[in-house]
């Protein structure tokens, strides 16, 4: 599969289970780290977990595991590294203090739906 292809699931599985203010981000222009970020809020851990999960199980179906993932027991912020996708599943007030929108604001940013 194709970076934007994950980021198209990844993003189909986040909004199945609800997720708040998806944000798809471009950086492939101006990073090597990976070509896309993915922001996603929970309202609380349970749903920032069963967010993380969601995303796990639907890219694991097409035989996609992430490089690393980090966070998942606090639930504040859970970071999956699929190498050339980056997500990220923040708690509300993480993701306001992180601010990674604004920190990667040089990226294009994607709309969503992703045809």
Excluded at 62 to 88: C, F, R, S
């Amino acid at each position: 599969m194709t970076a934007l292809e994950i980021t198209k699931r990844a993003v189909a599985a986040l909004e199945d289970k609800k997720a708040i203010n998806v944000k798809v981000i471009d950086i492939s222009e101006i990073s090597v780290i990976a070509d896309y970020f993915i922001i996603a809020g929970g309202t609380n851990k349970n749903q920032v977990q069963a967010l993380s999960d969601n995303v796990l199980s639907e890219l694991s179906k097409e035989g996609i595991e992430p490089k690393q993932t980090e966070g998942y027991n606090t639930a504040n912020w859970i970071l999956m590294d699929y190498t050339d996708v980056i997500i990220h599943v923040f708690n509300q007030e993480d993701r306001l203090f992180y601010d990674l929108e604004r920190i990667w604001r040089d990226g294009r940013a994607v709309e969503l739906p992703i045809e």
